[in-house]
T-cell receptor, first 116, second 114 residues
């Protein structure tokens, strides 16, 4: 069963505007973590932001914020004030605490293109 | 902290040949992961090591794939008798094994099987 669903294959955003990338997840584990990664065309996976299932507040890191809605099993990424360098593929990922391997399960990703 | 290093970055091979990829994790990280990523998709888990022990293998890892991590440092991923379907980016990641900690990824090794 798919654990992470990203329904937007691609999005266009105007420079300096905000963009929201959707992510829904599926788990029965009460303890889990949600991650967002950026993958530019060069290929490296860059960690952006983390949200724990027990965190009371939404995570923020600079221009990145995570809109965490636990009851809806949703963890959307918001990028504010988009820059041309934000053009990349973005992946949502989850780690379940009960699996001691601590591996991440990834969604299919969303391609973001920032227009000047 | 030199980051996770992978080589070769690119490999083109003919069907039926064997290939080997190497991953050097961040030195204090005891966990090492291999993922495979095909074009336009998210990374898919292949296998993981805790120190030198290979503790989990995905069903994606057929008998033609083997991974090792001797002495718990670098790791190798070998693909024998390559097939065109093996063409993908092979990503290595490492971590300290903390629940809240992110995986640190290398730049990947891109395999093209002709």
């Amino acid at each position: 069963a798919q654990k992470i669903t990203q329904t937007q294959p691609g999005m266009f955003v105007q420079e300096k505007e905000a963009v929201t990338l959707d992510c829904t997840y599926d788990t029965s584990d009460p303890s889990y973590g949600l991650f967002w990664y950026k993958q530019p065309s060069s290929g490296e996976m860059i960690f952006l932001i983390y949200q724990g299932s027990y965190d009371q507040q939404n995570a923020t890191e600079g221009r990145y914020s995570l809109n965490f809605q636990k009851a809806r099993k949703s963890a959307n990424l918001v990028i504010s004030a988009s820059q041309l360098g934000d053009s990349a593929m973005y992946f949502c990922a989850m780690r379940e605490a009960r699996s001691n391997d601590y591996k991440l399960s990834f969604g299919a990703g969303t391609t973001v293109t920032v227009r000047a | 902290d030199t980051g996770v290093s992978q080589n070769p970055r690119h490999k083109i091979t003919k069907r039926g040949q064997n290939v080997t990829f190497r991953c050097d994790p961040i030195s204090e990280h005891n966990r090492l992961y291999w993922y495979r990523q095909t074009l336009g998709q998210g990374p898919e888990f292949l296998t993981y090591f805790q120190n030198e022990a290979q503790l989990e293998k995905s069903r994606l890892l057929s008998d033609r794939f083997s991974a090792e991590r001797p002495k718990g440092s670098f790791s190798t991923l070998e693909i024998q008798r390559t097939e065109q379907g093996d063409s993908a980016m092979y990503l290595c990641a490492s971590s300290k094994g903390q629940l809240t900690g992110e995986l640190f990824f290398g730049e990947g090794s891109r395999l093209t099987v002709l």
